[in-house]
């Protein structure tokens, strides 16, 4: 089974900074693309960002300018850093990872909390 290990979540004020780590327990190349997703109360987890294989990125339209994500091969390791952040940002962070046969594997969570 394969474990998602992620970091870096807690507590910021409004235009803080925050860079979260996702480290895969078996090497980061087995994976077609690793993303970050989020949920907030009451809502539905929704995509925050993917990197594939390649280095090819996508964006959700709200964080767009404010977060990046990339992926440091010799560490095994996708980050998202989040720069001005908001407090509709707050959310529980997911990563995610899917292989090249399609299966999704999910981490367990990471807390975001912007507030003044």
């Known amino acids: 089974q394969v474990q998602l290990v992620e970091s870096g979540g807690g507590l910021v004020q409004p235009g803080g900074s925050l860079r979260l780590s996702c480290a895969p327990s078996r090497s980061i190349f087995t994976f077609y693309t690793m993303g970050w997703y989020r949920q907030a109360p009451g809502t539905e987890r929704e995509l925050v960002a993917t990197?594939?294989?390649?280095?090819?990125?996508n964006y959700a339209d709200s964080v767009k300018g404010r977060f990046t994500i990339s992926r440091d091969n010799a560490r095994n390791t996708v980050y998202l850093q989040m720069n001005s952040l908001k407090p509709e940002d707050t959310a529980k962070y997911y990563c995610?990872?899917?292989?090249?046969?399609?299966?999704?594997?999910w981490g367990q969570g990471t807390q975001v909390t912007v507030s003044a």
């Open positions: 990197i594939t294989s390649g280095g090819n990125t």
């Open positions: 995610r990872a899917q292989a090249y046969s399609n299966v999704v594997h």
